[in-house]
């Protein structure tokens, strides 16, 4: 899923969908990376949990790219795979895509490749069993 150039189809089912709101401009009414930002961290927390089967944390995020901006009232749909899987940690791929409310096509808007460690309940890392 990793790629210089946005890829052209979307991966067939989302991570999370969610909509693009006012609250999540920046002071130029464009909406800010840093929330675009925090969507691409819980769809790739979700699919750290499901991997770590419990608590996990971001430790960190490697080749965020915007290829497009998004605007307000779009369609925001986060699609996370995961990549590798270590003795304590994930890496997971994570791409947003945009779709205009009243249109059949998006396209995609960024990419990034977050890193995740399994956490014991102490907040140490811990070894991922693996099925
Ligand atoms: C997660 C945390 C407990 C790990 O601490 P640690 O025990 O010193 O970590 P380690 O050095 O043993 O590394 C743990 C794993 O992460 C990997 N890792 C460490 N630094 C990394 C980096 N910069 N990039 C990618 N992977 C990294 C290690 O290779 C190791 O993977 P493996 O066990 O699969 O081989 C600690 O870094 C932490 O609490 N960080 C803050 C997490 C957080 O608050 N995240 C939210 C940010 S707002």
Do not use: C
Not at 62 to 80: C, T, W
Not at 108 to 113: G, S
């Amino acid at each position: 899923m990793s790629q210089t150039q946005p890829a052209t189809q979307p991966p067939p089912s989302p991570t999370i969908r969610t909509i693009a709101m006012p609250a999540d401009t920046n002071p130029a009414g464009d909406i800010f990376g840093g929330w675009l930002m925090s969507q691409m961290d819980l769809a790739a927390g979700s699919v750290a949990a499901l991997t770590a089967r419990g608590r996990s944390a971001t430790i960190a995020v490697e080749g965020m790219k915007f290829h497009r901006p998004v605007k307000v009232g779009d369609e925001v749909s986060l699609y996370a795979e995961l990549v590798h899987v270590g003795r304590t940690s994930m890496r997971i791929h994570v791409e947003a895509w945009r779709r205009e409310r009243d249109r059949d096509s998006g396209e995609q808007v960024t990419e990034a490749t977050f890193t995740f460690v399994a956490l014991d309940e102490d907040g140490a890392a811990r070894p991922i069993r693996q099925a």
